[in-house]
T-cell receptor, first 116, second 109 residues
Framework: DTEVTQTPKHLVMGMTNKKSLKCEQHMGHRAMYWYKQKAKKPPELMFV???????INESVPSRFSPECPNSSLLNLHLHALQPEDSALYLC???????????????FGPGTRLTVL | RKEVEQDPGPFNVPEGATVAFNCTYSNSASQSFFWYRQDCRKEPKLLMS???SGNEDGRFTAQLNRASQYISLLIRDSKLSDSATYLCVVNGEGNQFYFGTGTSLTVIP
């Protein structure tokens, strides 16, 4: 099973709203990721959690707040977003120490976010 | 310099054609290499890992050249369903993965 699930599939929010994106995997992966993807661009890394600790923050604005409650769950809390934050938000997970030949990351279906 | 460089295309090829994509990476210490396929408005999906010895999966062949730091993907007998964006991905230090810009392929009837 290589499934990563994400909810919701679509989200429309105003600039003053607070919302959360959720991601779940049950593959025993200990690294989880948030990416942002704009149309016709590759995914852009936002955050990496390794063993439930934030290991990489790619200088993401504080209006995006990640949380990793346990090894299977990853949340992204959204507050006071801007219209330019509208994008596809992808969650991914990978084995504990990717870098061995063949270890890779698996993506969820994404949440398509529109900020009005 | 970008970690991974990839020709964005677009590549427009007739059905049945053979098409090749190349990708170069900058970090000689990289250990893992992958091709992902992404359909419009969908998530990237692993197409194949690229092993040191090269590997083949049906119509798809991936090659790795460590000396020149490039990776290739060959698609033979293109099908309409192969139309997608193909992303070259290279692992970096720790848990980081670097993406190429993606190459757009359209297979024409």
């Amino acid at each position: 099973d290589t499934e990563v699930t994400q909810t919701p599939k679509h989200l429309v929010m105003g600039m003053t709203n607070k919302k959360s994106l959720k991601c779940e995997q049950h593959m025993g992966h200990r690294a989880m990721y948030w990416y942002k993807q704009k149309a016709k661009k590759p995914p852009e890394l936002m955050f990496v959690y390794s063993y439930e600790k934030l290991s990489i923050n790619e200088s993401v604005p504080s209006r995006f707040s990640p949380e990793c409650p346990n090894s299977s769950l990853l949340n992204l809390h959204l507050h006071a977003l801007q219209p330019e934050d509208s994008a596809l938000y992808l969650c991914a997970s990978s084995p504990p120490s990717p870098g061995q030949e063949g270890d890779t990351q698996y993506f969820g279906p994404g949440t398509r976010l529109t900020v009005l | 310099r970008k970690e991974v460089e990839q020709d964005p295309g677009p590549f427009n090829v007739p059905e049945g054609a053979t098409v090749a994509f190349n990708c170069t990476y900058s970090n000689s210490a990289s250990q893992s290499f992958f091709w992902y396929r992404q359909d419009c408005r969908k998530e990237p999906k692993l197409l194949m890992s690229v092993y040191s010895s090269g590997n083949e999966d049906g119509r798809f062949t991936a090659q790795l050249n460590r000396a020149s730091q490039y990776i290739s993907l060959l698609i033979r007998d293109s099908k309409l369903s192969d139309s997608a964006t193909y992303l070259c991905v290279v692992n970096g230090e720790g848990n980081q993965f670097y993406f190429g810009t993606g190459t757009s392929l359209t297979v024409i009837p």
